[in-house]
């Protein structure tokens, strides 16, 4: 079993600050990247950031310059700062892992697991 624990996120007014943070804990043999995903109300899911464990990182466009992810590999865990915050970054945030996991002895597979989901409202 592989669980992702999300915090972090709340209601904050426009220029305004939050971080979110994700551990992932279980049967992990490997991680190979974590990263934050979002939800706007009626629209799909996509990727705002994801870093490789050799502590590579993408954005999305609309973050650049204003979200930074880290990884903490001792403590699977990752973090995204968020600095200027808007309105139209309101969404439900998800956490994605892809870890390399003990399936049973022996035998490992490759797994993507995602949080619970935690809300980022951005208001005055």
């Known amino acids: 079993q592989v669980q992702l624990v999300e915090s972090g996120g709340g209601l904050v007014q426009p220029g305004g600050s939050l971080t979110l943070s994700c551990a992932v804990s279980?049967?992990?043999?490997?991680?190979?990247?974590m990263g934050w995903y979002r939800q706007p109300p009626g629209q799909e899911r996509d990727p705002v950031a994801i870093?490789?464990?050799?502590?590579?990182?993408t954005y999305a466009d609309s973050v650049k310059g204003r979200f930074t992810i880290s990884l903490d590999n001792a403590k699977n865990t990752v973090y995204l700062q968020m600095n200027s915050l808007k309105p139209e970054d309101t969404a439900v945030y998800y956490c994605?892992?892809?870890?390399?996991?003990?399936?049973?002895?022996?035998?490992?597979?490759?797994?993507?697991?995602w949080g619970q989901g935690t809300q980022v409202t951005v208001s005055s």
């Open positions: 870093i490789a464990a050799g502590g590579t990182a």
């Open positions: 994605h892992a892809q870890v390399e996991q003990r399936v049973r002895e022996g035998v490992n597979a490759d797994y993507i697991h």
């Open positions: 279980g049967s992990i043999v490997s991680l190979y990247a």
